[in-house]
């Protein structure tokens, strides 16, 4: 566990770009998963699992601005650029870790994974 998160400790900074050329039509891609991210009011909380630098939670958040968000990833560096780019929202929260064995505490609307 400890060779994976230092592989993407130390691709955090590329990773938002590395996406969109791995990725074919990464926003078609993207935008399926936030399609069927459905909830039945408009301040959902969600839960992002493996959530790397906050992709797919800037792209939920696009469909439920007022929603509030944990993000857990095992890569702090990722989550680390997750903060920069949520630095003007209050009702996010970060958790490094394996998810696998994260205590999540609380109640979820809505969990998703790019992944």
């Given at each position: 566990?400890?060779?994976?998160?230092?592989?993407?400790?130390?691709?955090?900074?590329?990773?938002?770009?590395?996406?969109?050329?791995?990725?074919?039509?990464?926003?078609?891609?993207?935008?399926?998963?936030?399609?069927?991210?459905?909830?039945?009011?408009?301040?959902?909380?969600?839960?992002?699992?493996?959530?790397?630098?906050?992709?797919?939670?800037?792209?939920?958040?696009?469909k439920y601005p007022?929603?509030?968000?944990?993000?857990?990833?095992?890569?702090?560096?990722?989550?680390?650029?997750?903060?920069?780019?949520?630095?003007?929202?209050?009702?996010?929260?970060?958790?490094?870790?394996?998810?696998?064995?994260?205590?999540?505490?609380?109640?979820?609307?809505?969990?998703?994974?790019?992944?």
């Open positions: 566990m400890e060779q994976i998160k230092k592989a993407f400790d130390e691709m955090a900074s590329r990773y938002d770009a590395q996406r969109r050329w791995i990725i074919p039509e990464m926003e078609d891609y993207y935008s399926a998963a936030v399609w069927g991210a459905e909830c039945t009011h408009s301040h959902p909380a969600i839960l992002d699992i493996g959530a790397g630098t906050g992709l797919l939670s800037a792209l939920i958040l696009g007022d929603a509030s968000l944990t993000l857990v990833d095992l890569s702090e560096q990722m989550l680390g650029i997750a903060k920069e780019r949520f630095a003007n929202r209050k009702d996010m929260r970060y958790i490094t870790g394996d998810y696998s064995s994260v205590d999540f505490a609380g109640h979820y609307d809505l969990i998703c994974s790019a992944l």
